[in-house]
Each structure stands twice: as C-alpha cells, then as structure tokens.
C-alpha cells in the first residue's frame, strides 16, 4: 500500500515538474493547468502549519505568487512537491504571523463599526453646502458670458491668468479687467459684502 | 477540490503574465563565478604586493596567523557558498551555519594569535597609525565584493533576504580579511584584531541594511 502510495506520489511529482518545465519555457497551458493543480496540495500544507481558514485564501494566493516571482529557481533535477511544499510552509509562516499582528492589534466589534458616526455625512453641513453652492451658481450665472469666463476659470479652476489666458484665446489684460468688474457685481448682488 | 473564484482569477493571471524564463545556474557554479572574480582581485594584488614575504610570514613557527588567513579564506568560500543556496525558495535556514566552524576557526586563531605579543619578544604587532589603513581596505574591498553578490543573489528568490545578506556580508568581509594578507606585514595584535572584526561587523551591517533591502524588494508580492 505505501509503496503504491509513493510510486503514486513520484508520478504526481514528474507530472508537475514537467509542467513546471514547460511554463519555464513559456507554455501558459501547463502553466496554469500546474498552479490549479498545486492549490488543493498547497491548501493542505497551509492547514498542516495551523492555517485557520479565514487566512487560507491569503496563503494559497501568496504562495502562487512567489511560485511565480520564484519559477527561473526551479532546477527540474529536484523535486517539484518538495520545492512547493517549502515555499507554502514559509508562507503559511508568514500568515501566522500577519495573524497573530492582527490579533493583537485590531478588534473584531462590527457593532462598534455599525454604530460609530461618520462626520462627513452630516446632513445640516450637507444642505448648507448645497444651498452655498446653489447660491454661487445663481449669482455666476447672472454675469456677462466673459465675465463668467474669467470667474470660472481664475476662481473656480483656481488658474493662474497665463493659463486662463492659453485656455480661452483671451489677453490677460482683458481677463484681469474683466474678472475685477465680475468681482464688483458679485459684490453688489451680495449687499456689497465679499 | 475546486478552486475559488478568486484563485481561479490569480491563475489566469498569472498565466496571461507568464514569460519564459532563463533557469538560474547552479549554487555551485555561481560560487565559482563570484570565487573567481575574487582569485582575480587577490592575483592583482599579489602582482603588486610581496607575494613571497607573506608566505613566510604567514608559515613563521609557531605563528596562528597562517590558520587564521585559511580560517578567512574558508569563512569566505563557505559563506558565499551558504548566501548561494539561500537565494534558492526551497533551502533551509540551516545553511546559514555552514560558514559558522571556519568562521570561529578565523577568530580563534586571530584571537591566539594576539597572545604572540606578549609571548614572543620577536613579534611585530601593526602600529597604530595603521589600523586606519586596515579597516580602510576591508571596507573598500568588501562593497564592490558585496555589490557584485547582491546582484547574483538576486536572480534567485530568497524567502529569508535579511539572513542572506547577511551571510553574504561575512562572505565578503572575510574574502576582504583574506585579500588584506597581501598587503599586512604585521603579526597579530589585539588592536589589529578589534581593527578587523570592526571593519567586518560594517561590512556585515551594511550588507543587511542595503543589500537585504534590494533582496525584500525582490522579494516583494507583486507579480511582474
């Protein structure tokens, strides 16, 4: 029994490093087909180390990548399962390790999270920006068609006068006058107040 | 058992990322190449130096410095030899100790070999004026020594870059301690000693800081 058991494991290992071979080589068929083929091996490892299963899918996917960044040290005069099994356990390892950090520094309270209030969505501030903004449209949208131009472009896309200048096709003289009358009628429409 | 969505996706990715790759040479043949850019190095500086001077003075009864330079020259062929094996995912930790009898070898004999001062009324122990030159040299020596195995070791992939380095760092420190007998006409002294562990503690701390840091980056979880 054990010895067709090993003469069963030497052939899964030939296979996989024929595989490996020709991925070596650039064969994206075999390539794939071997890292399918290492999952379930690699899921098993991970679980011998004390993987919880939460963290399993870390490993398996750190363990395909270093396989990966890792294939050109493959020499085909070793065994394959044996240079797999290394890199899973290291990085079965590693994810113990990221475990244990995450243990001991964060804490799992999803009510804690469901419960905590988000600042950024405060409704009073939402409506007042709201109201601000539609304010500011209206009171723009009362100006000539190149006093706009010149308000939009110096203080909403806060660009200096040479670059409005380049986007409009307009001197920087005739931007600058027109922005300080803009301004002036902004002032009025608002009581005279910035 | 079938693979997850997420698994299934990294496959094919990986897949559609896959280029063919040249297999990285041996352990033992890149210890060759490094070994023999260094016979290069120590044949330059025995065209210049007093080849024969130093054979009688490293063999001069009952001197330790002659155990002490094959102690050098060993750490530095074993250590290389260790950095090698551990560029490579698959090896273990435990070739980290091969350097580790040569490398006491180095140091015990260095240390009796200091004894000699006091011993021998015939021994020359380094002036002081000259330890700067010493530490100068190994420091010098060892970093394009240690430029040139950072880079072969990072055509491997070691799961463990910071012990790499570093036993690449005492590689390349000892191969410096062995190349400075061309150019040391002293006999072993304390000073001299506490001079060379010095240079050679740099040597290695340099090597961790800079050169683990290339080989982590290697290693970094990111496909290509």
Redesign the interface.
């Known amino acids: 029994m054990d010895a067709r058991a090993a003469s069963q494991d030497t052939e899964i290992d030939c296979r996989r490093a024929a595989w490996m071979v020709a991925?070596?080589?650039?064969d994206?068929t075999a390539?794939?087909t071997l890292?399918?083929d290492c999952?379930?091996f690699i899921?098993r490892v991970a679980r011998g180390q004390g993987i919880r299963p939460d963290f399993m899918?870390d490993v398996?996917?750190?363990t395909?990548?270093?396989v990966?960044?890792?294939?050109?040290?493959?020499?085909?005069n070793?065994s394959f399962t044996?240079?797999l099994r290394?890199?899973a356990q290291?990085r079965a390892i590693d994810g113990l390790r990221r475990a244990h950090r995450t243990g001991t520094r964060e804490v799992y309270a999803p009510l804690a999270y469901e419960n905590h209030s988000d600042p950024s969505g405060d409704p009073e501030e939402a409506a007042f920006q709201r109201d601000h903004t539609e304010v500011r449209d209206s009171a723009i949208g009362k100006l000539s068609s190149r006093q706009r131009e010149a308000v939009e472009h110096l203080a909403l896309q806060s660009q200096s006068l040479a670059q409005a200048a380049t986007v409009t096709g307009r001197s920087t003289g005739s931007l600058r006058v027109d922005w300080h009358r803009a301004l002036k009628t902004l002032r009025a429409q608002f009581g005279g107040k910035d | 058992?079938i693979?997850?969505d997420?698994?299934?996706q990294?496959?094919?990715a990986?897949?559609?990322?896959?280029?063919?790759?040249?297999?990285?040479a041996?352990p033992g043949l890149r210890l060759l190449m490094w070994l023999a850019i260094l016979g290069a190095v120590a044949l330059a500086l025995a065209m210049v130096s007093d080849v024969g001077a130093m054979i009688r003075r490293l063999v001069a009864a009952p001197d330790m410095m002659w155990l002490a330079a094959i102690g050098s020259m060993l750490t530095a062929v074993l250590a290389a030899a260790a950095a090698f094996e551990l560029?490579?995912?698959?090896?273990?930790a435990t070739w980290a100790l091969l350097p580790l009898p040569a490398f006491l070898l180095w140091i015990g004999a260095s240390g009796m070999g200091c004894l000699r001062a006091w011993a021998l009324p015939e021994a020359y122990p380094m002036p002081p004026v000259h330890t700067e030159a010493c530490l100068i040299f190994i420091v010098g020596v060892s970093l394009p020594l240690s430029l040139l195995l950072i880079v072969m070791l990072r055509?491997?992939?070691s799961?463990r870059p910071n012990l790499t380095a570093i036993i690449g760092g005492l590689a390349c420190a000892s191969a410096a301690a062995t190349l400075l007998n061309f150019i040391h006409p002293y006999d072993a002294a304390a000073t001299d000693l506490a001079v060379h562990a010095f240079a050679v503690v740099i040597v290695i701390l340099v090597n961790t800081i800079f050169g683990g840091r290339i080989l982590v980056s290697k290693?970094a979880?990111?496909?290509?």
Request: glycine share 4%.
């Open positions: 991925a070596q080589a650039g994206r390539y794939e890292l399918r999952i379930p899921k899918d398996v996917q750190e395909l990548l270093t990966h960044q890792a294939r050109q040290t493959y020499d085909p070793r044996a240079w290394t890199i290291r | 058992m693979p997850s997420l698994d299934d990294l496959v094919r990986l897949g559609a990322d896959l280029t063919p790759v040249h297999r990285l041996s560029s490579l995912p698959d090896r273990k055509r491997g992939f799961l290693s979880l990111t496909a290509r």
